[in-house]
T-cell receptor, first 115, second 112 residues
């Protein structure tokens, strides 16, 4: 079974530029998560999708971050414009259901550096 | 609101020695508890989880954890560590209608 795929693995941009990350979850997984992991901290949930609908985006900075999962499969997270404090690893995860007990499977992450 | 505290940011231990990584949580509802491991440049991988039942949970790679409700703890243990266990370990909690909350992580450094 293929794992969660993410691209790119690394990205360096200047502040005020735009950037997009892509995630392809495990086949058949209905729930997709985007996390932000700042150096020295644990992952923080940005947004959770159930199929192509948003379940939780309470911690997503909506003035600059957006995400979509149009066909209920792969997803894109965008930052526009980027700030220095957006430097972090962006992790995508998926699970079969949205249940709190369900195991989340993580991708390798995208390391973003904003200069 | 729920929270997770991992007091030890780094734990050095000699190879083949036992190790305990500490995790304390705070929640007003019944909880589910998780330990994840993150190897360098990789995503997180589930080690084990406590949902209900026996308070001693066994996971992959020889790790186990014990749920202690009275002390609100979920410490991770391994009787004998290997070099390959060098990684960062995250404790996480979920419960009620709240999403998973992760701790700040503990870096385990196994010394040859």
């Amino acid at each position: 079974e293929a794992g969660v795929a993410q691209s790119p693995r690394y990205k360096i941009i200047e502040k005020r530029q735009s950037v997009a990350f892509w995630c392809n979850p495990i086949s058949g997984h209905a729930t997709l998560y985007w996390y932000q992991q700042i150096l020295g901290q644990g992952p923080k949930l940005l947004i959770q999708f159930q199929n192509n609908g948003v379940v939780d985006d309470s911690q997503l900075p909506k003035d600059r971050f957006s995400a979509e999962r149009l066909k209920g499969v792969d997803s894109t997270l965008k930052i526009q414009p980027a700030k220095l404090e957006d430097s972090a690893v962006y992790l995508c995860a998926s699970s079969r259901t949205s249940g709190l007990t369900d195991t989340q499977y993580f991708g390798p992450g995208t390391r973003l550096t904003v200069l | 609101a729920q929270s997770v505290t991992q007091l030890d940011s780094q734990v050095p231990v000699f190879e083949e020695a036992p190790v305990e990584l500490r995790c304390n949580y705070s929640s007003s509802v019944s909880v589910y508890l998780f330990w994840y491991v993150q190897y360098p440049n990789q995503g997180l991988q589930l080690l084990l989880k406590y949902l209900s039942g026996s308070t001693l949970v066994k996971g992959i790679n020889g790790f186990e954890a014990e749920f202690n409700k009275s002390q609100t703890s979920f410490h991770l243990r391994k009787p004998s560590v290997h070099i390959s266990d060098t990684a960062e370990y995250f404790c996480a909690v979920s419960g009620g209608y709240q999403k998973v909350t992760f701790g700040t992580g503990t870096k385990l450094q196994v010394i040859p």
